[in-house]
Antibody, heavy 125, light 106 residues
Framework: QVQLVQSGAEVKKPGASVKVSCKAS????????ISWVRQAPGQGLEWMGWISAYNGNTNYAQKLQGRVTMTTDTSTSTAYMELRSLRSDDTAVYYCARDSVYSSSSGKYNWFDPWGQGTLVTVSS | DIQMTQSPSSLSASVGDRVTITCRASQSISSYLNWYQQKPGKAPKLLIY???SLQSGVPSRFSGSGSGTDFTLTISSLQPEDFATYYCQQSYSTPSFGPGTKVDIK
């Protein structure tokens, strides 16, 4: 079955960097993009950005531009999200999700399915 | 950026109740609207895509409707496993989510 498995929880100090991995299985990795979404404790969902597993093209949320880098390794079907210059408000659960697309005569529709299990990143001194 | 709002922010309901959650976009997004369910400590799960298409494996008691700026998620007969938080998400432009609606037991 289609599955995304993420790396384990991380604890980082302010100013440090974190790199979260997301290993895909059960589908052709290069046929879909991967989006990253984070959720601060008790809060809603925030889209961070997207990467094409086909050609590595990226699109990042404006508020994270310059601090986030998304990459893929097609040899291992793994996506990565690196966030630098961590602050306390970066404490969150980070999710990867397959970006599914459906094209019809009425348009091109995208949705996130499935999601990884989430990776808790705690930023604390 | 497109802002998404949801109402109510929370509701209490009983098993068997019909539940309706509303999502509104700050500008027209046609049918580029998805719904997700999230249970505590778990990742979100896709329920509805393109405003009204039921994701495979999702029970038929879930349905979505709407287009333009106003959308609705309906649970026709609430089941114990449906107590969760529900999020709408627009895919018309840079993705954004609504703030969520928490459905709990009355």
């Amino acid at each position: 079955q289609v599955q995304l498995v993420q790396s384990g929880a991380e604890v980082k100090k302010p100013g440090a960097s974190v790199k979260v991995s997301c290993k895909a299985s059960g589908y052709t990795f290069t046929s879909y993009g991967i989006s990253w979404v984070r959720q601060a404790p008790g809060q809603g969902l925030e889209w961070m950005g997207w990467i094409s597993a086909y050609n590595g093209n990226t699109n990042y949320a404006q508020k994270l531009q310059g601090r986030v880098t998304m990459t893929t390794d097609t040899s291992t079907s793994t996506a990565y999200m690196e966030l630098r210059s961590l602050r306390s408000d970066d404490t969150a659960v980070y999710y990867c999700a397959r970006d599914s697309v459906y094209s019809s005569s009425s348009g091109k529709y995208n949705w996130f399915d499935p999601w990884g299990q989430g990776t808790l990143v705690t930023v604390s001194s | 950026d497109i802002q998404m709002t949801q109402s109510p922010s929370s509701l209490s309901a009983s098993v068997g109740d019909r539940v309706t959650i509303t999502c509104r976009a700050s500008q027209s997004i046609s049918s580029y609207l998805n719904w997700y369910q999230q249970k505590p400590g778990k990742a979100p799960k896709l329920l509805i895509y393109a405003a009204s298409s039921l994701q495979s494996g999702v029970p038929s008691r879930f349905s979505g409707s709407g287009s333009g700026t106003d959308f609705t998620l309906t649970i026709s007969s609430l089941q114990p496993e449906d107590f969760a938080t529900y999020y709408c998400q627009q895919s018309y432009s840079t993705p954004s989510f609504g703030p969520g609606t928490k459905v709990d037991i009355k």
